[in-house]
């Protein structure tokens, strides 16, 4: 049913309307999802179940996370966000974008290179605009297997860690 809405919006809709109201367009979904048995960890939502989407993801009708961004965010809030980072983030979903955005303790910036996801910059990642040594944690989520010189985009990573700066990568395992 949720594809089947998203495809009637994206049919009628413009992308960008979609998008610019994508907030209150999933408060009121979310209205159907509310309960107690479930619970998302992004946006702190209680619901009856999660949304199973055609690929087996769970998606939050309230945020719109999927289950990687609700385990990043997880693993983030525990291990590797501490106050003063300069953390970079490569086409983040908006879920976990909000959420960081709004994570005053680090400075937190986003890049896209396809214009697709939110961004506050537009980098390369296979040619990085900026200095070495610039973060502290770059975070790199299904990225890699899009990108053609994997290897050079990874020397490009390497050089913008500071020293004992965490890249977390990960790439499709099926």
Not at 8 to 27: D, G, H, S, V
Not at 111 to 135: L, M, N, V
């Amino acid at each position: 049913m949720y594809q089947k809405i998203k495809q009637l919006l994206k049919a009628i809709l413009p992308w960008k309307f979609i998008i610019k109201y994508e907030t209150p367009f999933r408060i009121l979904y979310y209205q159907f999802y509310r309960g107690r048995k479930y619970f998302c960890n992004i946006c702190n939502k209680k619901l009856r179940r999660f949304i199973q989407l055609e690929d087996g993801n769970l998606l939050c009708p309230y945020c719109g996370s999927i289950s990687r961004n609700r385990r990043l965010w997880e693993l983030l809030q525990l291990e590797f966000l501490k106050s003063g980072l300069q953390v970079l983030d490569f086409s983040p979903s908006r879920s976990l974008y909000r959420n960081l955005k709004n994570y005053l303790a680090v400075n937190y910036t986003s890049t896209d290179y396809s214009g697709e996801f939110p961004a506050d910059r537009h980098f390369d990642i296979a040619r990085i605009d900026a200095s070495d040594e610039s973060y502290d944690l770059v975070i790199c989520y299904h990225i890699l297997e899009h990108v053609a010189d994997d290897d050079r985009a990874i020397r490009e990573l390497f050089r913008i860690l500071k020293m004992n700066g965490i890249c977390l990568i990960q790439t499709p395992f099926r």
